[in-house]
């Protein structure tokens, strides 16, 4: 069982930054995890934003986020971190962070990283709104 959650979120302006942090903890270590974030807006779906494998640290990003979000995670400090910079009012949404126990030598974790099916353990969100 991990225990996940998201802190960092706020209101900012249009073009600005944000971090969010994920702070997880539990009897299974941290750095067995792939880790990913989510956003839900209001009356949409919950979709993919990025994520991140255990150790070697390969990202993967949803287009839209590409160039503007990073993700990172600080296995000493059990810790995922999301820095958006170039804030468009789109990306208001409630931001998930989440557990996957997907193996990193899976041939097809790309696309299921994507997937939140593919994720066991989710945080309660932090809300970001960027007004224009």
């Known amino acids: 069982q991990v225990h996940v959650v998201e802190s960092g979120g706020g209101v900012v302006q249009a073009g600005g930054s944000l971090r969010l942090s994920c702070a997880a903890s539990?009897?299974?270590?941290?750095?067995?995890?792939?880790m990913g974030w989510f956003r839900q807006a209001p009356g949409k779906e919950r979709e993919f934003v990025a994520a991140?494998?255990?150790?070697?640290?390969?990202?993967y990003y949803e287009d839209s986020v590409k160039g503007r979000f990073t993700i990172s995670r600080d296995n000493a400090k059990d810790t995922v971190y999301l820095q958006m910079s170039s804030l468009k009012p789109e990306d208001t949404a409630v931001y998930f962070c989440?557990?996957?126990?997907?193996?990193?030598?899976?041939?097809?974790?790309?696309?299921?990283?994507?997937?939140?099916?593919?994720?066991?353990?989710w945080g309660q969100g932090t809300q970001v709104t960027v007004s224009s």
């Open positions: 991140i494998t255990q150790s070697d640290g390969r990202t």
């Open positions: 989440a557990a996957s126990g997907l193996s990193s030598t899976n041939s097809a974790l790309a696309a299921m990283l994507r997937d939140l099916k593919e994720y066991d353990y």
């Open positions: 539990g009897r299974t270590p941290f750095s067995s995890y792939c």
